[in-house]
């Protein structure tokens, strides 16, 4: 990895971004229509992510989050700006983009490894095969045992960790979380941020995860992009240097947490 | 602790009293002049019929009438539904008309198959199927347009087609109200197999059966009739909640 060259700007043509930026939210403004009155959501928000790098997006609920991942994703398209992954110009949702919602979506009437193997569907794998691949992705995220539970016979974490099995199936290069374990209580979740700690040092990808949980941005991320609301845009961009794997209560992370959430109660004055 | 007296399952509670009921108003009325049929009298009427082989055949006709008119009208309900609930021009074309077909009482139709296709097996298939399509195409269009957009949306993120994704996800989530579609349809098959065979009286058939039997006034055959009515769309109904348990295994 070289830095000098990852920053270098090869050509001005808007399809074609920076080497190394592995996302690239480009002037980004989203607007919905609210009973016939536009409401705006996102405002002009740039933002480029580095291949590898762990982004975490905080900001008091209702300021866009969630919008913002699904115009990575591909879910919903900007009124203004482009979203760029891995170069090229978002047009819709793609396998090189793995996708965790807050609800784990699982489909109901699939066993959890159908639910994993249905990642490789639209790729055209043969069924045994899309199988074996789920049962190894099951057994990644620590769900040996269970692959022919339906989601109704697994518990919220376990569910949570199938969807995210389901996620990485594709060995997407980028990894969207929208406020992934917000519905877990509190000893699953720190169990789960772990697992997710783990898993990305297993097997780097760029992430953009999502929480309201300021701990969890600071455990997580290489930076925490702290965003306002009406119209949502990004407040601050935090770095967070701590070594890893972080130490909850060392004195650097605690630090960081409470600048962090200096940050959050300035915001709601 | 329970005391160990005379265990009777609680469905069979009220049936068991009706019968009571009926027995003892069969014998007073019979000094009063009423004609009811005694039990006793039933059940030799049946045994009767039942030998003759004429039960059989009655029985036969109407079961064959219900499924081929189920299956008529249950594949051209999904067919008809999936395409209203898949399709928003073809809902907004169509839906206004199904509508309104499908507040016409089953009864209202009788007349109208009978003068198209006379009284015979046309007429009462026609109507069999038109009462399965119904409530069939209704459930399979509603499960369809309602599956949840956060499941449409997974599909979408995992770069499904639509073919893939109403295969894969809409006709599955769908499942569950399109049985309750298939439920209504056979139920309102059988109902209106016997309201062809009563009105429309040709062939053999439990309808028939029971016109027969209200012509030679004739209470007994009439309730050997009813009964097995009652006993055949029960049976009918539990065999379609029998395959929806195998179709929803994931429901638990
Ligand atoms: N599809 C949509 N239609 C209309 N309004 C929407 C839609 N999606 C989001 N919004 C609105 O945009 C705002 C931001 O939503 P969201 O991105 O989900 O916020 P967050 O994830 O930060 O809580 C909310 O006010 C929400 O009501
Ligand atoms: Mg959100």
Redesign the interface.
């Given at each position: 990895m070289n830095v000098r060259i990852d920053d270098r700007l090869l050509k001005n043509d808007s399809e074609v971004r920076r080497v190394g930026v592995a996302i690239s939210v480009d002037h980004v403004s989203r607007a919905f229509d609210i009973n016939g009155r536009p409401l705006a959501v996102l405002h002009d928000i740039s933002l480029d992510i580095t291949a590898g790098e762990f982004v975490v997006i905080v900001g008091a609920s209702g300021c866009g989050k969630s919008t913002l991942l699904r115009l990575i994703?591909g879910?919903d398209m900007p009124n203004a700006g482009a979203v760029f992954v891995g170069g090229s110009k978002v047009v819709?949702?793609?396998?090189d983009r793995g996708?965790v919602?807050q609800?784990h979506?699982l489909?109901?009437?699939?066993t959890a490894e159908e639910n994993v193997a249905?990642?490789l569907?639209?790729?055209g794998v043969p069924k045994a095969e899309r199988l074996d691949v789920a049962r190894r992705y099951l057994a990644l995220v620590g769900l040996t045992g269970f692959e022919t539970a339906?989601p109704?016979q697994l518990s919220g974490g376990m569910a949570q960790r199938a969807a995210i099995g389901r996620a990485l199936a594709n060995d997407p290069d980028v990894l969207l979380l929208d406020e992934p374990l917000g519905a877990l209580d509190a000893l699953t979740r720190l169990k789960l941020q772990n697992e997710i700690v783990r898993l990305s040092a297993k097997n780097p990808k760029t992430i953009v995860l999502v929480t309201h949980d300021i701990e969890e941005a600071v455990f997580f991320a290489d930076r925490i992009v702290v965003m306002d609301a009406k119209p949502g845009r990004i407040r601050r961009i935090i770095p967070v240097d701590l070594p890893r794997p972080r130490d909850r209560s060392s004195p650097g992370f605690v630090a960081l947490r409470s600048a962090v959430l200096d940050e959050f109660i300035d915001e709601t004055h | 602790m329970q005391s160990k007296g005379i265990y009777l399952p609680r469905g069979l509670l009220l049936p068991v009293a009706i019968l009571l009921a009926w027995e003892v108003a069969a014998h007073a009325g019979r000094s009063g002049g009423v004609l009811i049929a005694p039990l006793e009298q039933i059940a030799s009427t049946a045994f009767t019929l039942a030998a003759g082989g004429t039960m059989a055949v009655d029985v036969a006709a109407t079961i064959a009438r219900v499924m081929s008119g189920f299956v008529l009208g249950a594949v051209a309900g999904l067919l008809f539904g999936s395409v209203i609930g898949t399709s928003r021009a073809a809902d907004w074309l169509a839906s206004p008309t199904f509508n309104a077909v499908r507040q016409v009482p089953l009864t209202g139709w009788i007349p109208v198959a009978a003068l198209l296709f006379g009284i015979g097996e046309g007429a009462k298939l026609s109507l069999i199927a038109l009462a399965a399509f119904c409530p069939v195409a209704l459930n399979t269009a509603e499960g369809l347009a309602g599956v949840s957009q956060s499941y449409r949306e997974l599909g979408r993120s995992l770069n499904f087609s639509g073919v893939t994704s109403w295969w894969r996800i809409l006709l599955p989530a769908a499942t569950p109200q399109i049985f309750t579609g298939l439920k209504h349809g056979i139920a309102f098959a059988w109902i209106a197999a016997i309201a062809a065979e009563l009105l429309l009286t040709s062939g053999p058939g439990l309808g028939s059966m029971i016109e027969g039997g209200t012509a030679l006034f004739r209470l007994d055959i009439v309730m050997v009739g009813v009964c097995l009515i009652g006993a055949f769309g029960y049976a009918m109904a539990v065999a379609m909640e029998r395959v929806e348990a195998r179709f929803l295994r994931w429901r638990n």
């Amino acid at each position: 990895m070289n830095v000098r060259i990852d920053d270098r700007l090869l050509k001005n043509d808007s399809e074609v971004r920076r080497v190394g930026v592995a996302i690239s939210v480009d002037h980004v403004s989203r607007a919905f229509d609210i009973n016939g009155r536009p409401l705006a959501v996102l405002h002009d928000i740039s933002l480029d992510i580095t291949a590898g790098e762990f982004v975490v997006i905080v900001g008091a609920s209702g300021c866009g989050k969630s919008t913002l991942l699904r115009l990575i994703a591909g879910l919903d398209m900007p009124n203004a700006g482009a979203v760029f992954v891995g170069g090229s110009k978002v047009v819709g949702p793609g396998l090189d983009r793995g996708i965790v919602f807050q609800d784990h979506r699982l489909l109901p009437w699939l066993t959890a490894e159908e639910n994993v193997a249905a990642a490789l569907i639209a790729r055209g794998v043969p069924k045994a095969e899309r199988l074996d691949v789920a049962r190894r992705y099951l057994a990644l995220v620590g769900l040996t045992g269970f692959e022919t539970a339906y989601p109704s016979q697994l518990s919220g974490g376990m569910a949570q960790r199938a969807a995210i099995g389901r996620a990485l199936a594709n060995d997407p290069d980028v990894l969207l979380l929208d406020e992934p374990l917000g519905a877990l209580d509190a000893l699953t979740r720190l169990k789960l941020q772990n697992e997710i700690v783990r898993l990305s040092a297993k097997n780097p990808k760029t992430i953009v995860l999502v929480t309201h949980d300021i701990e969890e941005a600071v455990f997580f991320a290489d930076r925490i992009v702290v965003m306002d609301a009406k119209p949502g845009r990004i407040r601050r961009i935090i770095p967070v240097d701590l070594p890893r794997p972080r130490d909850r209560s060392s004195p650097g992370f605690v630090a960081l947490r409470s600048a962090v959430l200096d940050e959050f109660i300035d915001e709601t004055h | 602790m329970q005391s160990k007296g005379i265990y009777l399952p609680r469905g069979l509670l009220l049936p068991v009293a009706i019968l009571l009921a009926w027995e003892v108003a069969a014998h007073a009325g019979r000094s009063g002049g009423v004609l009811i049929a005694p039990l006793e009298q039933i059940a030799s009427t049946a045994f009767t019929l039942a030998a003759g082989g004429t039960m059989a055949v009655d029985v036969a006709a109407t079961i064959a009438r219900v499924m081929s008119g189920f299956v008529l009208g249950a594949v051209a309900g999904l067919l008809f539904g999936s395409v209203i609930g898949t399709s928003r021009a073809a809902d907004w074309l169509a839906s206004p008309t199904f509508n309104a077909v499908r507040q016409v009482p089953l009864t209202g139709w009788i007349p109208v198959a009978a003068l198209l296709f006379g009284i015979g097996e046309g007429a009462k298939l026609s109507l069999i199927a038109l009462a399965a399509f119904c409530p069939v195409a209704l459930n399979t269009a509603e499960g369809l347009a309602g599956v949840s957009q956060s499941y449409r949306e997974l599909g979408r993120s995992l770069n499904f087609s639509g073919v893939t994704s109403w295969w894969r996800i809409l006709l599955p989530a769908a499942t569950p109200q399109i049985f309750t579609g298939l439920k209504h349809g056979i139920a309102f098959a059988w109902i209106a197999a016997i309201a062809a065979e009563l009105l429309l009286t040709s062939g053999p058939g439990l309808g028939s059966m029971i016109e027969g039997g209200t012509a030679l006034f004739r209470l007994d055959i009439v309730m050997v009739g009813v009964c097995l009515i009652g006993a055949f769309g029960y049976a009918m109904a539990v065999a379609m909640e029998r395959v929806e348990a195998r179709f929803l295994r994931w429901r638990n």
